[in-house]
């Protein structure tokens, strides 16, 4: 659900349905965008994610691509989902959703880590059993701290990571949002 087409004019925004609409955006991509530090310059990137029930995200990655060692070395990094320029209606006001996260390494040790790479499997097939056969992959835990939603001009939301729940950002909270 876009709400791109909502007036920006709406004084009380149903904060519900943000969260609703936020999550479904999220639901409706099977890769995140990834945004990763290399020394002091920024670098994107995307994967294929899984998610828990605390609202961490899930990454098997290769240790080939840029974006592993940068997560090593810097964990601070941020992930954003953003609606389709196809069928948008201004391209300056696509729906979007971006959290900012702490990069984790789990140790193929970790209770976790198998879970996590069945959880994968099941969402992806056959290529990841393909890919835990190389010994390459690892497998990255991102704990989102803090959410971003902007649903279009004029319409920009903090997220709590876990429950989704929306507050509005006016222009007073401009300068302080995602400053934490």
């Known amino acids: 659900m876009s709400t791109e087409s909502n007036s920006t004019s709406d004084p009380q925004p149903d904060l519900q349905k943000v969260s609703e609409a936020a999550l479904l955006l999220r639901q409706r991509h099977q890769t995140l965008l990834l945004s990763s530090l290399n020394g002091t310059r920024p670098e994107l990137s995307y994967a294929p ?3 828990d029930e605390e609202g961490s995200f899930y990454i098997y990655i290769s240790q080939l691509a840029s974006h592993t060692e940068n997560l090593k070395q810097h964990p601070d990094c941020s992930v954003m989902f ?13 729906e979007r959703l971006s959290f900012s996260c702490l990069a ?16 994968l499997e099941q969402q992806f097939g056959e290529v990841v059993r ?17 959410g971003r939603y902007v649903a279009g001009f004029g319409r920009a939301y903090q997220l709590d990571p876990l429950s989704y ?10 300068g302080k949002a995602g400053q934490k």
């Open 49 to 51: 994610y899984c998610c």
């Open 82 to 94: 953003i609606a389709e320029e196809q069928g948008c209606r201004n391209l300056f006001a696509r």
């Open 104 to 119: 984790e390494l789990i140790d193929p040790q970790d209770g976790d880590y198998i879970a996590r790479l069945e959880q």
């Open 130 to 146: 393909l890919l835990r056969t190389l010994p390459d992959f690892c497998l990255f835990r991102l704990r989102p701290r803090d």
């Open 165 to 174: 729940r929306a507050s509005p950002i006016g222009p007073e909270q401009l």
